[in-house]
T-cell receptor
Framework: DTGVSQNPRHKITKRGQNVTFRCDPI?????LYWYRQTLGQGPEFLTY????????KSRLLSDRFSAERPKGSFSTLEIQRTEQGDSAMYLC?????????????FGPGTRLLVL | AQTVTQSQPEMSVQEAETVTLSCTYD???????LFWYKQPPSRQMILVIR??????QNATENRFSVNFQKAAKSFSLKISDSQLGDAAMYFC?????????FGAGTRLTVKP
């Protein structure tokens, strides 16, 4: 396994458009996390899945954001009616609940620019 | 709410020297995990070192070690024999269950 992958790596869109990002976690990992990272800041938690269930959402995740993990494998994060303030790096991480300490492994991120 | 503070936005070290990055956190919990992650320019974040709060012994990974002071809620990272490849943003992170919080990061420059 080559680790967590994310697509696309870069996305430029116009304000008001919808965008969707994909995350493929490490295959044996049952937990998946989405974070947002703005320039000069650390990642901020957005949401978390255990298998296909979305167990936690941050207040940062407005109604325009939706995340799914339909089969408990890959996940998608959709932003509707994008705003310039949505410009950021969106990071995905995965971990295994079966492993003590449960380290999160991060993907390379999708950098979103909203014009 | 748990917060993580990295008071050094930027640090610089001479190649082969030692540097210490600071991190403090705020929590009322007794069991939690602490991490240092490294994020090289335009590359993904990777785990450097991990510390369980219930362990008194400081974690060590090759040239990387931590000074974990639980009572002071301090978790500093020491990088020994710094190498050019150590140049990156370093993030301190706190985790309790599924709540993971990151500091704002410290940009480390390594001078040849």
């Amino acid at each position: 396994d080559t680790g967590v992958s994310q697509n696309p790596r870069h996305k430029i869109t116009k304000r008001g458009q919808n965008v969707t990002f994909r995350c493929d976690p490490i295959s044996e990992h049952n937990r998946l996390y989405w974070y947002r990272q703005t320039l000069g800041q650390g990642p901020e938690f957005l949401t978390y899945f255990q298998n296909e269930a979305q167990l936690e959402k941050s207040r940062l995740l407005s109604d325009r954001f939706s995340a799914e993990r339909p089969k408990g494998s890959f996940s998608t994060l959709e932003i509707q009616r994008t705003e310039q303030g949505d410009s950021a790096m969106y990071l995905c991480a995965s971990s295994s609940a079966l492993v003590l300490q449960e380290t999160q492994y991060f993907g390379p991120g999708t950098r979103l620019l909203v014009l | 709410a748990q917060t993580v503070t990295q008071s050094q936005p930027e640090m610089s070290v001479q190649e082969a020297e030692t540097v210490t990055l600071s991190c403090t956190y705020d929590t009322s919990e007794s069991d939690y995990y602490l991490f240092w992650y490294k994020q090289p320019p335009s590359r993904q974040m990777i785990l450097v070192i991990r510390q369980e709060a219930y362990k008194q012994q400081n974690a060590t990974e090759n040239r990387f070690s931590v000074n974990f002071q639980k009572a002071a809620k301090s978790f500093s990272l020491k990088i020994s024999d710094s190498q050019l490849g150590d140049a990156a943003m370093y993030f301190c992170a706190y985790r309790k269950d599924n709540d993971m919080r990151f500091g704002a990061g410290t940009r480390l420059t390594v001078k040849p």
